[in-house]
Nanobody
């Protein structure tokens, strides 16, 4: 049984930083994508950052240059380092995994491509 457990969320002021972690158990995939999505109140869930098994990364334009996704394969854990946080980053953040990588090596950005999801963790950025 696959489990994804997020940690590291919380409240921070504008301009601050947080690091989210997602520990995966029961999950192995040789050519897959995993990453982070978020959903703000009243809005649809959107992709934030994705990483392939080989370490190739992708970031949405809204977070490019501020967020960094990484992984520790030995620990089966992925991380999202969020710097220069803005009020509009406030959302529930979800860890996702289980999407096959595209033949080009890129990742699907549609949430429907991801089989496994964490429970979500709240990030609140206030001024």
């Amino acid at each position: 049984q696959v489990q994804l457990v997020e940690s590291g969320g919380g409240s921070v002021q504008v301009g601050g930083s947080l690091r989210l972690s997602c520990a995966a158990s029961g999950y192995t995939c040789s050519r897959c994508c995993m990453g982070w999505f978020r959903q703000a109140a009243g809005k649809q869930r959107e992709w934030v950052s994705l990483i392939t098994t080989s370490g190739r990364t992708f970031h949405a334009d809204s977070v490019k240059g501020r967020f960094t996704i990484s992984q520790d394969s030995a620990k089966n854990t992925q991380y999202l380092q969020m710097n220069s946080l803005k009020a509009e980053d406030t959302a529930m953040y979800y860890c996702a995994a289980g999407a096959s990588a595209l033949t080009s090596g890129a990742c699907w950005v549609a949430e429907g491509a991801y089989k496994y999801w964490g429970q979500g963790i709240q990030v609140t950025v206030s001024s």
